[in-house]
C-alpha cells in the first residue's frame, strides 16, 4: 500500500512543476509584450532616423511674393532712387511638422483593416529660400533706365537674408490656406506609409492625417 501511495504525491508535485512552467512562460510574454514599443514609440524613432533635425519637412512650394514696401523704400535709400517700385521674387517654402515631442502626436494602428491614423501638431513653414535670380522691379509712375534697374535687383539680392524674413511674414500666413493644408495632410500620409512598411512590415490600405482645426 506504501508503494501505490506515493504516486498521489508525485502527481501533486509533477501538477505544480507544470504551473509553475505555465506561470513563468506567462510572465515571460508579459514581459516581452512590455517590453515591446508601441506604434508612437516606433513612429518617434523611425521620425528621429528619417529627420534628425526634428523637424518634418512634409511639403515645399515654390512661390511669387511681393516685397513689403519697408523693404522696397530700404533698397531705394540704399540705390538713392526717388520712386515707387514693386520688388518681387520667387521662392521655395518648405513646410514642417514639429516631431521633437511626441506627445503631440496620436498615432493608431488598426491590424484588422490596416489603417493608419495620425494626429499632428500645428505645422510651421521654414524662413523663403529666395531665388536671387528671379527677383524683379517694376516702376510705378517713374522711369528708371535699365542700369538703375539693375542696380536695384543687385541690391535687393546682396540683401537676401532680410529679404527672405519680410516674405517670411507672408509664408507663415498661407498655412491657414486650404490647399497648402491639403499638401501638408498628403505630404504625411505618404511618410505614413513608408513607415508602415519599414517599421510595421505591412503596406497600409488607408491613412487618415488629422490637423489641429480639422
Do not use: H
Amino acid at each position: 500500500m506504501r508503494r501505490y501511495g506515493r504516486f498521489p504525491v508525485l502527481l501533486v508535485f509533477l501538477a505544480l512543476g507544470a504551473a509553475a512552467v505555465l506561470a513563468g512562460s506567462f510572465f515571460a510574454w508579459k514581459a516581452a509584450l512590455d517590453a515591446k514599443p508601441t506604434v508612437l514609440e516606433r513612429w518617434a524613432l523611425y521620425v528621429e532616423n528619417l529627420e534628425p533635425g526634428q523637424k518634418l519637412v512634409v511639403l515645399s512650394s515654390r512661390q511669387r511674393y511681393v516685397a513689403s514696401k519697408e523693404f522696397a523704400a530700404k533698397v531705394l535709400a540704399i540705390v538713392r532712387v526717388k520712386a515707387s517700385v514693386e520688388l518681387s521674387a520667387w521662392a521655395d517654402v518648405f513646410y514642417f511638422v514639429d516631431a521633437s515631442d511626441p506627445s503631440l502626436w496620436t498615432i493608431a494602428w488598426n491590424q484588422k483593416t490596416r489603417a493608419l491614423s495620425i494626429s499632428a501638431p500645428e505645422p510651421g513653414c521654414l524662413p523663403p529660400a529666395v531665388r536671387t535670380d528671379t527677383i524683379e522691379i517694376s516702376a510705378k509712375g517713374a522711369n528708371l533706365v535699365t542700369n538703375t534697374v539693375f542696380k536695384l535687383k543687385e541690391e535687393a539680392a546682396r540683401m537676401k537674408d532680410e529679404l527672405s524674413a519680410d516674405l517670411a511674414l507672408r509664408a507663415r500666413a498661407t498655412l491657414s490656406d486650404a490647399t497648402v493644408r491639403a499638401g501638408i495632410r498628403e505630404g504625411l500620409a505618404g511618410i505614413g506609409r513608408s513607415f508602415c512598411v519599414a517599421a510595421l512590415g505591412t503596406e497600409p490600405r488607408e491613412v487618415f492625417v488629422k490637423l489641429p482645426g480639422d
